[in-house]
């Protein structure tokens, strides 16, 4: 017998209290409410986690994930699936990109703070990945941070370091919470620094590293021009999707930053690319 405990979602989907098997293992409705669940909260899924949680084989999880694209619940990828693109002008809010990929932003954050030196002037560009990355900067010595993110200027005014100083740029506040404009681009124009990390909202062969921003690629151009060193950090699920605005092509990155999720393919083409591609792996 099946417990009928389950609801049906607005996705005509059962939810994941929804009906078990006497042998504890998912009815194919369960699994793919599941499914989506975990997509809408980290952004994507790989087949062979999934496979090994809901103990089913790879190939059951690819029929899962290609009922869900056929209904326009998720993208399929090579090795899983991700949200559906909402837009090239669609700019989602910090607290939503905060819980995407975190194992592999922070080991993207680990590896960026190792590049870091006592006394190094820095700027660090508005995102998630770079408000890891600030957390993990808190005790550097001599330190001097630029950035436009909100965040990242509020995790080092509760560190409280006397020796550290923090540098807000003005601006208009986006839904990144990063401060964009004329007032942030004037800000920035005067500074020379050692290095930027960048965080960005997608990256393309074509497009290069991209947000939904108008006004914040401008900031973002700007720090690039007043940086001797860029680093961009961008997870893999950033690989082909396309902001409305370019901030700067593919290879004027002197350091890419990015995980194991990364397809094989995209790799190759980032390796001929970019002067140095890091490859980390999520813990």
């Known amino acids: 017998m099946f417990s009928t405990t389950g ?10 209290t929804g009906l078990v098997g006497e042998t504890g293992l998912m009815l194919a409705q369960q699994r793919q409410a599941a499914i989506l669940d975990r997509v809408r909260a980290a952004g994507g899924v790989r087949v062979s986690e999934l496979a090994a949680e809901y103990g089913v084989s790879d190939m059951t999880i690819r029929r899962d994930l290609e009922a869900l694209a056929d209904r326009g619940l998720l993208a399929k990828v090579h090795g899983g699936a991700t949200t559906v693109s909402p837009g090239s002008a669609h700019e989602p809010g910090f607290a939503a990109k905060s819980v995407r990929q975190r194992a592999e932003k922070a080991a993207m954050a680990a590896r960026a703070a190792a590049l870091v030196s006592p006394g190094d002037a820095i700027a660090l560009s508005a995102g998630t990945t770079t408000a890891g990355l600030a957390q993990r900067l808190v005790d550097v010595p001599d330190l001097t941070v630029v950035t436009n993110s909100i965040p990242v200027a509020d995790v080092f005014y509760r560190a409280g370091r006397p020796d550290q100083t923090v540098i807000l ?6 839904p990144s919470d990063a401060l964009v404009g004329s007032v942030a681009v004037a800000a920035i124009r005067s500074l020379h620094l050692d290095v930027l990390f960048l965080g960005v909202h997608g990256m393309s062969e074509r497009a290069g590293y991209t947000t939904p921003n108008l006004m914040e690629a401008d900031v973002n151009r700007s720090l690039v021009e007043a940086a001797e060193r860029l680093v961009v950090l961008a997870d893999h699920t950033k690989w082909g999707t396309v902001g409305i605005s370019s901030i700067v092509p593919l290879d004027r990155a002197d350091v890419l930053i990015t995980d194991e999720g990364l397809e094989q393919q995209a790799r190759a083409l980032l390796e001929e690319t970019v002067p140095e591609l890091v490859v980390v792996t999520a813990q």
């Open 169 to 174: 740029t003005g601006g208009t506040r986006t």
């Open 7 to 16: 609801l049906v979602s607005a996705t005509g989907l059962v939810s994941a």
